[in-house]
């Protein structure tokens, strides 16, 4: 059994920043890449940004410059600096996770939480 729990979203004024936090527990062998989706009302899921385990990121082109994903020292915490904050970020934010649950088989899995809401204001 594996849990992903986000927390840190929020209602923010245009300009402002929220960090968004998420740490996997349970049955993990290995946290692979892990990573922020968000979904706005009558959108499609989208990807925000990964991070792998070797700390390599990706972003979005509409975040860039602005979020910021980073690791946790344990490797089975991400979290995302969202600076700039504009009206088109407010979503529900996923984290997202690909894990190995066992010493003794390669494969992924993919984990994701509830979700947090980011409403940004105009």
């Known amino acids: 059994q594996v849990q992903l729990v986000e927390s840190g979203g929020g209602l923010v004024q245009a300009g402002g920043s929220l960090r968004l936090s998420c740490i996997a527990s349970g049955s993990i062998f290995k946290v692979d890449t892990m990573g922020w989706y968000r979904q706005a009302p009558g959108k499609q899921r989208e990807l925000v940004a990964t991070?792998?385990?070797?700390?390599?990121?990706n972003y979005v082109d509409s975040v860039m410059g602005r979020f910021t994903i980073s690791r946790g020292d344990a490797k089975n915490t991400v979290y995302l600096q969202m600076n700039s904050l504009k009206p088109e970020d407010t979503a529900v934010y996923y984290c997202n996770a690909r894990i190995r649950t066992t010493p003794w088989s390669s494969r992924l899995a993919d984990y994701w939480g509830q979700g947090t809401q980011v409403t940004v204001s105009s």
């Open positions: 991070i792998t385990d070797s700390s390599k990121s």
